[in-house]
């Protein structure tokens, strides 16, 4: 019985991780230039305007990204998006944030927002193009570093 256990716990561990690496594995597309969002943000913004889109690997795969997150670790798609924020420090900074998955993508923008410290980012100005339900979270880390935020529901 103990074996049994063990070799459960033990699959069951290295299934996680499985579902972790490949959701992990493709973070960051690269938006084509029809994409509809790079054209609702250049209606926002005008142009200079920089822009990230969250892949989503699979519901499995980015359930278990949002949950492992939520505990506290830290994902690397938070510190390239937090690294890509970090001018709005010194310097007018427009950035759009959408992805397929707007749970991972809310938990990706407010865990970025997070390193820096209160007020620190005052010239970021950001559009969110995602779901109703997150605006208030992400309003307030954006707030909380002291920039603006801008939303637009998508998919429309």
């Given at each position: 019985m103990k074996n049994l256990k063990r070799?459960?716990?033990?699959?069951?561990?290295?299934?996680?991780?499985?579902?972790l690496v490949a959701g992990c594995a493709t973070q960051i597309k690269q938006a084509e230039p029809t994409d509809q969002r790079i054209e609702m943000a250049k209606n926002a913004f005008g142009p200079g305007f920089d822009y990230m889109i969250i892949e989503s690997g699979s519901k499995l795969a980015d359930s278990a990204f949002v949950s492992l997150f939520k505990t506290g670790a830290q994902s690397d798609l938070s510190r390239k998006l937090f690294a890509r924020l970090a001018p709005a420090e010194s310097k007018p900074t427009r950035f759009m944030v959408s992805g397929e998955n707007p749970d991972k993508t809310a938990q990706v923008i407010v865990e970025a927002l997070s390193f820096a410290p209160q007020n620190g980012l005052p010239y970021l100005e950001l559009?969110?193009?995602?779901?109703?339900?997150?605006?208030?979270?992400?309003?307030?880390?954006?707030?909380?570093v002291g920039g603006k935020l801008r939303f637009a529901p998508y998919p429309g």
């Open positions: 070799t459960f716990t033990l699959a069951a561990s290295v299934l996680a991780a499985i579902v559009l969110y193009l995602g779901e109703q339900k997150h605006v208030q979270e992400i309003e307030e880390a954006v707030k909380r």
